[in-house]
């Protein structure tokens, strides 16, 4: 954990850092360690740390991303960029998000009855190490996990259709498997008026002509709730129903005597898998019909437009992770690198990991010492019984 916390890819730098340290920690391990260099970007690879037979089929990819989100503005106790101990919790940046799921995919592909069931079996399960899981950009997003997938022009990494994303999703002191997650849109609105001026005439303000448009969102956020508990599938998700709110406002104006001509709002929408191209025209229907003047123009900016994915209920990969957590899978609310798996690569797969879902990307970010070690456990348990995974 401390070489991983240490040498984390940090938001705008590459993963070169983190991929030698760990090779360099773990190379006499006796595992199979190859490394994919990113065709465009040379600071950027993943590292691929295979248990088993080398040159068998792979069962199973357990994958963990090397990059956290950045630490600016935040107030931390200690350093976030050392791992701190205390009463059995680590702190640090990304304990949670998500190196405790890569500590503990590696401590169970190192146990001696993990190897020897894929060796006998004359198979391999690999823990992928991949990077920009965090990045916000178009061209980085989700690269690493692009690129595992076969999907920037290199061979695939992830060759077997079973997978398991590490993030935290531990509820209740239960770790949860996850079988999907929503989709997002996330955009801005922009309120522009022909004619601001003195608050004492008669003049259009964009912030007042933006504020009409949120109050049609929150009447369409009520609606979205309608009929959610008869949809038994979404049942998985909480709350189990889409949602969308406007989570932040930026007005342009000049002083306290005028009025703004210019008001700029954010959109965040969080839609169930099989409905998000039908939300994300209904909302853009919305904003665009908002103002009654002809005078006032609403623009539109999305940042992020991604669908959610869902493995069935009775995919092996789910009935396996439900047997060996005890608990039966539920719907992730964050993002992970499972869309790409299972949109883009048509893998099936769950959500899974130490730690608690509220702790990521805060300050003192922490996990219990004692959730990455039942990760560990679960993982064992589920790389053992690749080997019987079926389509």
């Known amino acids: 954990m401390d070489i991983m916390v240490e040498n984390s890819q940090r938001p705008g730098e590459g993963n070169q850092a ?9 190379g006499d391990q006796d595992f199979h360690l ?22 068998g089929e792979q069962t199973l990819a357990t994958i963990s991303h ?18 701190h101990e205390d009463n059995g919790v680590w702190f640090g940046r990304g304990v949670c998000d998500t190196h405790g799921s890569g500590v503990a995919m ?28 965090e990045a916000v950009s178009p061209e980085l997003s989700m ?8 999907l920037l022009g290199p061979e695939p990494s992830v060759t077997s259709n079973f997978f398991i994303a590490g993030e935290p999703t531990e509820i209740d002191g239960n770790i949860v498997p996850m079988r999907g997650h929503k989709g997002r849109w996330l955009g801005h609105f922009v309120v522009n008026v022909e004619h601001s001026g003195h608050v004492s005439e008669l003049v259009q303000n964009a912030f007042m002509s933006g504020a009409s448009i949120v109050h049609e969102i929150g009447g369409y956020a009520r609606f979205l709730t309608y009929g959610s508990d008869t949809d038994e599938e979404a049942q ?11 989570s932040a406002a930026e007005v342009k104006s000049g002083d306290f005597s005028t009025t703004p001509s210019k008001a700029r709002f954010t959109l965040d929408m969080r839609t169930l898998p099989d409905v998000h191209d039908l939300r994300v025209k209904e909302i853009m229907d919305l904003i665009k019909r908002g103002s009654w003047d002809p005078e006032v123009t609403v623009v539109l900016e999305v940042v992020k437009d991604a669908k959610g994915s869902l493995t069935p209920a009775d995919s092996p990969i ?11 899978a539920r719907g992730f609310n964050g993002g992970d690198e499972g869309r790409i798996m299972r949109l883009q690569a048509h893998k099936q797969g769950v959500t899974l990991g130490p730690g608690k ?12 010492i004692a959730s990455v070690f039942n990760a560990a456990d679960i993982y064992s348990q589920l790389l053992r019984s690749s080997v019987q995974l079926r389509d």
């Open 357 to 368: 879902l509220q702790y990521a990307h805060m300050p003192n970010e922490q996990v219990s």
């Open 236 to 246: 998985i998700y909480r709350p189990p129903h889409s949602t969308v709110q406007v």
């Open 66 to 83: 090397a990059d956290v989100v950045g630490v600016e503005g935040q107030e931390w106790e200690h350093s976030p960029w050392e791992v």
């Open 106 to 133: 590696l401590l169970a592909a190192g146990r001696p009855d993990v190897r020897e069931a894929l060796q006998r079996a004359g198979k391999r399960a690999s823990v992928v190490f991949t990077y920009d899981e």
């Open 18 to 26: 983190f991929v030698d340290s760990l090779v360099s920690y773990i």
């Open 318 to 328: 789910v009935l396996a992770a439900e047997s060996a957590t005890g608990q039966s």
């Open 34 to 55: 190859r490394t994919v260099q990113d065709p465009e970007l040379p600071d950027r690879s993943l590292l691929i740390v295979d248990v088993g037979d080398p040159e």
């Open 143 to 150: 690269r690493g996990a692009r690129l595992a997938a076969g």
